[in-house]
Structure formats: structure tokens, C-alpha cells
Nanobody, 115 residues
Framework: QVQLVESGGGSVQAGGSLRLSCTVQ????????FGWYRQVPGKERELVAI???????SYADPVKGRFTISTNTAKTTMYLQMNSLRPEDTSVYYC?????????WGQGTQVTVSA
């Protein structure tokens, strides 16, 4: 059974930093795409950042230069380092693994940024 378990959310003041982690269990892959998404109530889930096992990365425009997606060497944990946080970054953040044409999701973690 594939499980993605997130940690690291919380509350921070504007300008602060947080690092989200997501541990991937129960799956092996040669190629996959790791991703972080976020969603606020009443809006669609939106892409924040993706990282392919081939090293390809892409970031949403609002987070470019502030957020960094990465994995550990074994590719069993993905991270989202968030710097210079803004109130508009407040959201529930979800990690995602796309492998073999299937999407797997974490449970979501709340990030709240106060002005």
C-alpha cells in the first residue's frame, strides 16, 4: 500500500520560513515526478512545484525564487523549503507522487502565514 505522510506545516509570520516533508512508503520506481500542491477553501488545488527523478524542476510563478523542492538521495522523502513566506501562501499543502500513470497524495498539512 502506497502511503505519503506529510509533516512540517504550522504558523509563521510573514517573511519567515518553513520546511515541509513528505515520506513515501510502499512503492518502488525508476521514474517518477514529485510534486507539491496547495489548496484554499473554495478554490481548485494548484501546483506549487514539481521535481522529476531526471532532475527536471518547475515552479509556479508566485513561488519562484522563494520555494525549493528537493528529495533525499534515496528518493524516499520529498521536501518543500519555503522562504520569505507571505500571507497569500496560507493554504493546505499536499505532496504528490506520480508514477506509472498513477497519482498518490499525502494527507495535507496546513500552512498559515500571518501579516
Amino acid at each position: 500500500q502506497v502511503q505519503l505522510v506529510e509533516s512540517g506545516g504550522g504558523s509563521v509570520q510573514a517573511g519567515g520560513s518553513l520546511r515541509l516533508s513528505c515520506t513515501v512508503q510502499g512503492i518502488r520506481f525508476n521514474f517518477a515526478v514529485f510534486g507539491w500542491y496547495r489548496q484554499v477553501p473554495g478554490k481548485e488545488r494548484e501546483l506549487v512545484a514539481i521535481l522529476g527523478t531526471n532532475g527536471y524542476t518547475s515552479y509556479a510563478d508566485p513561488v519562484k525564487g522563494r520555494f525549493t523542492i528537493s528529495t533525499n538521495t534515496a528518493k524516499t522523502t520529498m521536501y518543500l523549503q519555503m522562504n520569505s513566506l507571505r500571507p497569500e501562501d496560507t493554504s493546505v499543502y499536499y505532496c504528490n507522487l506520480n508514477s506509472g500513470g498513477k497519482d498518490y497524495w499525502g494527507q495535507g498539512t496546513q500552512v498559515t502565514v500571518s501579516a
